[in-house]
């Protein structure tokens, strides 16, 4: 059932981005359709084995919380703080709130993520970013 509202949303999302002007739609439509393929894949697979009895949304509800906690936290501290230092401040607090504790492998992971964010967004995407705190100074 979830399968199938992510594949509609993502086919609604794609459907809607066509219609943007120029080239602005093609991310959010690629987005969308890659939405509405997962969640057709979800779905397939939940019909194939017969997952059709109601299971619980989550095994661990305190972490899911803590998840989505920080994740508003994230969306609150973009504007203020910055894509990427929001970004790195969340990549490296999320598994400290929810258990982690390996320092120099969570520095690691954080050092490649922001990397890879940049080099879609500012190199192969060119698409400007909410502009980091420390540049107004």
Known sequence: ???????????AAA??????PGASGGYPMALGLILAALGAVVSLKALKEHYLNER??????PRMVLTLVCAAIY?????????????????????????????????AVTIVFIAIVWSVFSLLLEKPLPAEFWTRF
Do not use: C, D, H, W
């Open 1 to 11: 059932m979830l399968g199938a509202a992510f594949a509609a949303l993502g086919a």
């Open 75 to 107: 969306l609150a501290l973009v504007p203020v703080l910055g894509f990427y230092t929001a970004s790195a401040l969340v990549v490296i607090a999320l598994p400290i709130v929810l258990g982690f504790r390996q320092p120099v492998y969570l520095g």
């Open 56 to 61: 619980p949304l989550t095994e661990n509800t």
């Open 15 to 20: 459907f809607k981005a066509a219609a943007y």
